[in-house]
């Protein structure tokens, strides 16, 4: 309303303006046409022409109406009259209705000017005539000026538009800029906030945010006397999916795994990402374990369906161990800490559905922790030793090579079993650095045997990961001085089982320096017969379960035995079977025409500097029985080898 009454105000001060100049410019026309003012002021000698001529310069320049006054104020020529205009319109001659100015104006004294305003469009303007210095009358002039006025209001309405638009882009914009900006930086918080909830692979709740979460519920929970279940979920072999596949593909299974889980949750449950292959799951109101075991079959079935990725197909594993709420933990570093731990039951077991968390698994747990501690220590320190168990041959039973393996002590200096501190090595990221140090001590010791003698060394499937594998291996055997041919490699089925064209040339390029590339633990695991045609492997090694089922009399194991044997042999392989403890072990497998042989029955594992008599005990005790009367005699090889042997430590 303001803007409208400056606009109106503006607009009237304007018009007043426009008619004061069209009274002057009037005024000047009369002073210095020769005789026009006289005639109009005397009505003496008023020419026609002369006062045609005024009226047509007063209508053009928009000047309706005009009045001349004497000196006194009093009315003496009017050019139309409003009040006799039905009677008489712009008459030659003017007429003059007796009107008077008012005493206030006449008293005025100088040059001035007075703004008369009516209601119309049509305002006036009276000021004084001067000729020579001398007031002679007075004049007024009313303008029509209503287009004036019409074309002031339209320019000013255009002018307050055009201002108004001019103010509206310069506050409009940087106020739209500022919603922009504000949305950006709310969107930007609100991803923020996100991400340090949520893993940014799989969207699911991280770590800290599933502690917090859980720890939320668990306070509720006392006051409700709520059951909840806390699943660990572990995701095997994903680090044997990113060395074949490529850590990108293995990241899509981990977003499918992730997306399997959420589907088979409740709403109300919290699923989690928890660690690089692990998953936590919170399942609210559990009435029983039977319902856990319900939902842990579902949650196997539904990521155990195949995966398609880069050509290949995978088929999800997992581990699943559960800690009940509030029974096993009243808060989520207890939940998860004996979830974990019923995982590890799990994973090595690979029984029922899943693992409830027990008390004593603890125990196992505070073992663990000591084991780690022992493997880190001897990584460190260059803790690890050596033992040696012979290989001998199946006809001759002379010794012709050994298996090294490794042996770790603890603090009381007894033996850690290799099933603890294995998986912790390959777990804690030590297994390479470990299985180099093999390597290069198994083939330093060989070096001192006799050149008949050969070694063989275990990998790992982390091993080939690098891709460095064949350099290790080149570089060890350099520095022992040996060939390639006393080194033996044993790999199991799982590797080739990938069909990773970098794990395969590997392979073919230690197969190049002469080394013997060994299958271990064959009919366990896959059993997969099509992996033996994928490469060329020199042996064949029976898992020693197959000796242990033989002599806990199970049916069909000999035949089995003989059938592997022969399978072996038809395919151009070697065949090596371990765990052999007894005499009619021994004589069957002479019988089928197996190779090698390793067991109890010939020799324990021992270090290098008790290997000699370790087995020399053995044959005296055992060989004997087995042949009958025969006699074996020492061979001059394993003399040299208990010489070598005495002489260093593994």
């Known amino acids: 309303m303001s803007v409208l009454f400056v606009g109106s105000s503006a607009v009237g001060d304007i018009v007043e303006t426009e008619v004061a100049s069209r009274a002057d410019n009037f005024s000047d026309l009369l002073l210095t046409e020769r005789g026009a003012l006289d005639a109009f002021m005397t009505g003496i000698s008023r020419a026609s022409d002369t006062e045609a001529l005024i009226r047509k310069v007063s209508n053009l320049s928009g000047i309706e109406r005009f009045s001349l006054f004497?000196?006194?104020?009093?009315?003496?020529?009017?050019?139309?009259?409003?009040?006799?205009?039905?009677?008489?319109?712009?008459?030659?001659?003017?007429?003059?209705?007796?009107?008077?100015?008012?005493?206030?104006?006449?008293?005025?004294?100088?040059?001035?000017?007075?703004?008369?305003?009516?209601?119309?469009?049509?305002?006036?303007?009276?000021?004084?005539?001067?000729?020579?210095?001398?007031?002679?009358?007075?004049?007024?002039?009313?303008?029509?000026?209503?287009?004036?006025?019409?074309?002031?209001?339209?320019?000013?309405?255009?002018?307050?538009?055009?201002?108004?638009?001019?103010?509206?882009?310069?506050?409009?914009?940087?106020?739209?800029?500022?919603?922009?900006?504000?949305?950006?930086?709310?969107?930007?918080?609100a991803r923020i906030e996100f991400l340090a909830n949520h893993d940014n692979l799989t969207q699911l709740l991280?770590?800290?945010?599933?502690?917090?979460?859980?720890?939320?519920?668990?306070?509720?929970?006392?006051?409700?006397?709520?059951?909840?279940?806390?699943?660990?979920?572990?995701?095997?072999e994903l680090g044997e999916i990113n060395a074949s596949l490529g850590q990108a593909n293995g990241d899509e299974v981990l977003k499918i795994v992730a997306k399997r889980i959420s589907f088979a949750?409740?709403?109300?449950?919290?699923?989690?990402?928890?660690?690089?292959?692990?998953?936590?799951?919170?399942?609210?109101?559990?009435?029983?374990?039977?319902?856990?075991?319900?939902?842990?079959?579902?949650?196997?079935?539904?990521?155990?369906?195949?995966?398609e990725q880069c050509g290949e197909i995978i088929k999800p594993r997992i581990s699943i161990g559960c800690a009940m709420a509030p029974t096993n933990g009243r808060s989520h570093t207890?939940?998860?800490?004996?979830?974990?731990?019923?995982?590890?039951?799990?994973?090595?077991?690979?029984?029922?559905?899943?693992?409830?968390?027990?008390?004593?698994?603890?125990?196992?747990?505070?073992?663990?922790?000591?084991?780690?501690?022992?493997?880190?220590?001897?990584?460190?320190?260059?803790?690890?030793?050596?033992?040696?168990q012979p290989l001998v041959d199946g006809s001759t039973h002379h010794v012709v090579g050994f298996e090294a393996l490794v042996r770790l002590r603890d603090n009381e200096n007894n033996l850690i079993s290799p099933t603890e501190f294995i998986p912790v090595a390959e777990a804690r990221g030590y297994i390479k650095r470990l299985g180099t140090w093999v390597i290069q001590e198994a083939t330093s010791q060989a070096a001192a045997w006799p050149e008949d003698i050969f070694v063989s060394v275990n990998l790992s499937t982390v091993q080939f990961a690098d891709g460095d594998l064949v350099g290790i291996v080149t570089k060890a055997l350099e520095r022992a001085g040996i060939s390639g041919r006393r080194l033996e490699l044993e790999v199991v089925e799982s590797l080739v089982l990938d069909q990773s064209e970098a794990v395969l040339d590997q392979l073919r390029s230690l197969r190049e320096l002469?080394?013997?590339?060994?299958?271990?633990?064959?009919?366990?695991?896959?059993?997969?017969?099509?992996?033996?045609?994928?490469?060329?492997?020199?042996?064949?090694?029976?898992?020693?379960?197959?000796?242990?089922?033989?002599a806990n009399g199970?049916?069909?194991?000999?035949?089995?035995?003989?059938?592997?044997?022969?399978?072996?042999?038809?395919?151009?392989?070697?065949?090596?079977?371990?765990?052999?403890?007894?005499?009619?072990?021994?004589?069957?497998?002479?019988?089928?025409?197996?190779?090698?042989?390793?067991?109890?029955?010939?020799?324990?594992?021992?270090?290098a500097n008790?290997?000699?008599?370790?087995?020399?005990?053995?044959?005296?005790?055992?060989?004997?029985?087995?042949?009958?009367?025969?006699?074996?005699?020492?061979?001059?090889?394993?003399?040299?080898?208990?010489?070598?042997?005495?002489?260093?430590?593994?």
Not at 275 to 284: E, Q, S, T, V, W
């Open 206 to 236: 991280n770590r800290r945010r599933m502690q917090e979460e859980t720890d939320r519920i668990m306070v509720t929970a006392r006051a409700t006397r709520e059951r909840m279940a806390y699943i660990f979920v572990d995701l095997d």
């Open 334 to 388: 207890e939940l998860v800490k004996h979830a974990e731990l019923a995982h590890f039951r799990h994973k090595s077991s690979k029984q029922d559905d899943l693992v409830f968390f027990e008390a004593w698994m603890d125990e196992d747990s505070h073992r663990r922790r000591n084991v780690e501690a022992q493997v880190r220590h001897a990584i460190e320190n260059d803790g690890f030793e050596l033992y040696y």
């Open 265 to 307: 949750c409740q709403k109300d449950d919290l699923v989690a990402r928890i660690g690089p292959d692990d998953f936590a799951i919170l399942k609210r109101r559990q009435s029983s374990t039977n319902d856990v075991r319900a939902f842990a079959r579902r949650l196997a079935n539904a990521l155990g369906e195949p995966i």
């Open 514 to 550: 002469g080394i013997t590339v060994s299958m271990d633990d064959f009919g366990t695991g896959y059993s997969s017969l099509s992996y033996l045609w994928r490469f060329p492997f020199d042996k064949l090694k029976i898992d020693q379960s197959f000796m242990f089922a033989m």
């Open 70 to 189: 004497d000196a006194d104020g009093k009315e003496i020529y009017q050019s139309r009259s409003d009040r006799y205009g039905w009677l008489m319109r712009d008459r030659p001659g003017g007429m003059s209705t007796g009107d008077s100015l008012s005493d206030s104006i006449v008293a005025r004294k100088g040059q001035w000017r007075v703004f008369v305003k009516n209601e119309s469009t049509r305002p006036s303007v009276i000021k004084p005539l001067f000729r020579d210095g001398r007031r002679i009358g007075f004049l007024q002039v009313q303008a029509d000026i209503t287009a004036d006025r019409s074309l002031y209001k339209s320019t000013l309405f255009k002018a307050f538009s055009l201002t108004g638009l001019i103010l509206l882009v310069a506050t409009g914009v940087p106020f739209l800029a500022f919603l922009f900006r504000r949305r950006k930086i709310v969107e930007a918080d």
């Open 554 to 607: 199970e049916k069909k194991v000999e035949q089995l035995v003989r059938t592997i044997v022969s399978m072996g042999h038809s395919m151009g392989m070697k065949v090596v079977t371990e765990g052999v403890e007894t005499e009619d072990q021994v004589r069957m497998l002479r019988e089928c025409g197996c190779d090698l042989i390793q067991g109890y029955f010939f020799g324990r594992p021992a270090p």
């Open 610 to 650: 008790e290997i000699a008599m370790e087995t020399l005990t053995r044959f005296r005790a055992h060989t004997a029985r087995a042949d009958g009367p025969r006699q074996i005699e020492t061979t001059p090889a394993l003399e040299e080898v208990g010489r070598a042997g005495s002489g260093r430590r593994a």
